[in-house]
Nanobody, 115 residues
Framework: QVQLVESGGGLVQPGGSLRLSCAASGSIFGTYTMRWYRQAPGKQRELVAARTSVGTTNYADSVKGRFTISRDNTKHTVYLQMNSLKPEDTAVYYC?????????WGQGTQVTVSS
């Protein structure tokens, strides 16, 4: 099995920055795509960013130009750099990967943008 653990969330003022981390452990092998999702209060979960093992990236229109997804394969860690944060970015952020048709999720980390 695969375990994913997010960290780096917190409280930040509008216009500020945060970097989220997602560390993977367990049965790590082969190539895979890593994704960041978020779920805001009263809203559906949405895909924020994705990055393949060869570096192809995709972003939601709402975060394009502000967020950057990256990965360090030697550390089995994926990152989400969030700049120019807005109140509407407030959500629980989750990392995700799919292997063999099975979807793996972290526990989530809270990001709050206010003041």
């Amino acid at each position: 099995q695969v375990q994913l653990v997010e960290s780096g969330g917190g409280l930040v003022q509008p216009g500020g920055s945060l970097r989220l981390s997602c560390a993977a452990s367990g049965s790590i092998f082969g190539t895979y795509t890593m994704r960041w999702y978020r779920q805001a209060p009263g809203k559906q979960r949405e895909l924020v960013a994705a990055r393949t093992s060869v570096g192809t990236t995709n972003y939601a229109d709402s975060v394009k130009g502000r967020f950057t997804i990256s990965r360090d394969n030697t550390k089995h860690t994926v990152y989400l750099q969030m700049n120019s944060l807005k109140p509407e970015d407030t959500a629980v952020y989750y990392c995700n990967t799919v292997r063999g048709g099975m979807s793996y999720w972290g526990q989530g980390t809270q990001v709050t943008v206010s003041s």
